[in-house]
């Protein structure tokens, strides 16, 4: 009964480690229109704020997510172009 524990566990780890690697082969492949993406975490970074104030901002239609692969991206000629029209 452990041996099949076990043996399940490697398996169920090479996969979610081959999706991982997938998920990252696809963003860098997935670049709408030739547009740089950037995560959660670098748009918020980018602008000095917090998730919750990204998340606002999602909400709110002032910044338009990409959903892919499950995680959340921002172009980064969307997030330029929103701070040139704000300056």
Do not use: H
């Not at 172009?81 to 300056?87: D, N, T």
């Amino acid at each position: 009964m452990e041996f099949f524990k076990e043996f399940f566990k490697t398996i169920e780890d090479l996969i979610d480690d081959k999706l991982n690697q997938f998920e990252c082969k696809l963003a860098e492949m997935y670049k709408p229109e030739g547009k740089e993406l950037m995560t959660r975490d670098e748009t918020a970074e980018y602008f000095g704020v917090s998730l919750g104030t990204l998340n606002n901002w999602s909400k709110n239609g002032i910044l338009v997510p990409i959903n892919f692969g499950g995680r959340v991206y921002y172009t980064r000629n969307e997030i330029q172009a929103k701070l040139r029209l704000a300056s």
